[in-house]
């Protein structure tokens, strides 16, 4: 998998960066409608290739574009799957002013039996359904591939952190998922009704998008997260 990127629109200010750590089996056609909607509100992103056999040459490939001084703060890790792992696992070692977290997958998630399966489980969304079953880069089965961890205790960071999973997540349960998280001044954490794995593709990636938005621009506002609509 090769790096991608996707810019604000001519003439706009860009308002921050997002390095987005892809999961098992994606490539940059999994997120290219992610980085479009994101960059349309002026966000930079960045995906970076994740080979979970080498993690330091991930950690370097990530230290080098925060230090990228023309990519404008705040910058912030978005993992899903084994990406959102791995940036919960270096979220207080690099300058990131905060992570997002959707789809997390731990040591003990699920694997899957068939291709089928693995799309059900990944997603209900038709359109991503036909992006990653037309992809020929995308690795089939890769739901199954063992994480580089053995065992893993996930502690929430020092920083905003921004934790999305579905409620119908049949790799990684909701409860696992959000342990670490629930209850941490830090932390925003998210259910998505119905939502399965590939959350921020699921059939409901607009409303999730929109989530991660609104925790941008609150981060744009202070790490304490200041709260931009309430009801009245």
Do not use: Q
């Amino acid at each position: 998998m090769t790096e991608a990127s996707w810019d604000e629109p001519p003439g706009g200010t860009p308002r921050g960066t997002l390095v987005v750590l892809p999961g098992r089996g994606e490539t940059a056609a999994s997120y290219e409608r992610f980085g479009r909607r994101l960059s349309a509100d002026a966000y930079k992103v960045r995906l970076v290739p994740v080979d979970l056999d080498d993690l330091d040459d991930v950690t370097d490939a990530v230290g080098k574009l925060l230090a990228d001084e023309s990519l404008p703060a705040p910058k912030v890790l978005v993992g899903s799957d084994s990406g959102a792992t791995l940036a919960a696992t270096l979220a207080d070692e690099l300058p990131v002013d905060a992570v997002v977290l959707a789809g997390l997958a731990l040591p003990d998630s699920a694997g899957v039996d068939s291709w089928e399966a693995e799309i059900d489980a990944r997603t209900a969304c038709p359109v991503h359904t036909r992006v990653i079953d037309g992809d020929p880069g995308f690795a089939r089965g890769a739901l199954n591939d063992p994480l580089p961890w053995s065992s893993l205790t996930l502690t929430a960071p020092d920083k905003p952190v921004l934790v999305l999973h579905g409620t119908a997540d049949p790799v990684t349960s909701a409860t696992a998922a959000v342990a670490s998280y629930a209850g941490v001044p830090t932390a925003r954490v998210r259910l998505v009704e119905g939502g399965r794995h590939d959350v921020l593709n699921d059939a409901t990636h607009r409303s999730v998008a929109a989530s991660v938005v609104l925790f941008l621009e609150s981060l744009r506002l202070g790490p304490e997260l200041p709260t931009i609509v309430k009801e009245a």
